[in-house]
């Protein structure tokens, strides 16, 4: 792997890099508050629950959203639940929109259920030693009680 790449991403309630907070930085990490990417950023909430977190059973909605530079392709956009892929939203994204993708939908959680998103690229990122290396990221689950 390159250094640096893929990037962990751990949400904090301060994220100013002046104000690191060490302890927050593990609460973070322990409650599953976690994106992995090498390029495109995803974020995902469910019931306005965030990653990490539990949401209960029945229709949620759910929120996708995700930001890449314009140099970042992204091509597909997937909700993952228990490991199998359960709904697809296929490009063309519009590169020079902030938000490159970004969609509110319901879905029938059940317990049990951890909902993952996930995006792609197909353009390989050049520029990287790995040449062939494709746009990827992925948020950790949300739990479903």
């Known amino acids: 792997q390159e250094a640096g790449e893929p990037r962990n991403w751990i949400a904090?309630?301060?994220?100013?890099?002046?104000?690191?907070?060490?302890?927050?930085?593990?609460d973070g990490i322990r409650a599953g508050r976690v994106v992995v990417s090498n390029g495109p950023f995803?974020?995902?909430?469910?019931?306005?629950?965030?990653?990490?977190?539990?949401?209960?059973?029945?229709?949620?909605?759910?929120?996708?959203?995700?930001?890449?530079?314009?140099?970042?392709?992204?091509?597909?956009?997937?909700?993952v639940d228990r490991g199998h892929l359960v709904r697809t939203?296929?490009?063309?994204?519009?590169a020079s929109a902030k938000k490159?993708?970004?969609?509110?939908f319901s879905f029938p959680a059940k317990k049990g259920d951890f909902l993952v998103a996930v995006v792609?690229?197909?353009?390989?990122?050049?520029?990287?030693?790995?040449?062939?290396?494709?746009?990827?990221?992925f948020t950790n689950p949300i739990w479903v009680e």
């Open 42 to 79: 995803v974020t995902m909430t469910a019931g306005g629950k965030s990653i990490g977190d539990i949401v209960l059973a029945g229709d949620v909605e759910i929120t996708i959203d995700v930001q890449a530079p314009p140099w970042i392709d992204v091509t597909r956009v997937e909700l």
């Open 89 to 94: 939203f296929n490009g063309p994204f519009d």
């Open 100 to 104: 490159r993708f970004s969609k509110t």
């Open 120 to 137: 792609r690229g197909e353009k390989p990122m050049k520029w990287l030693t790995r040449k062939k290396a494709a746009p990827f990221g």
């Open 12 to 26: 904090v309630p301060d994220d100013d890099p002046a104000h690191f907070d060490e302890r927050a930085f593990i």
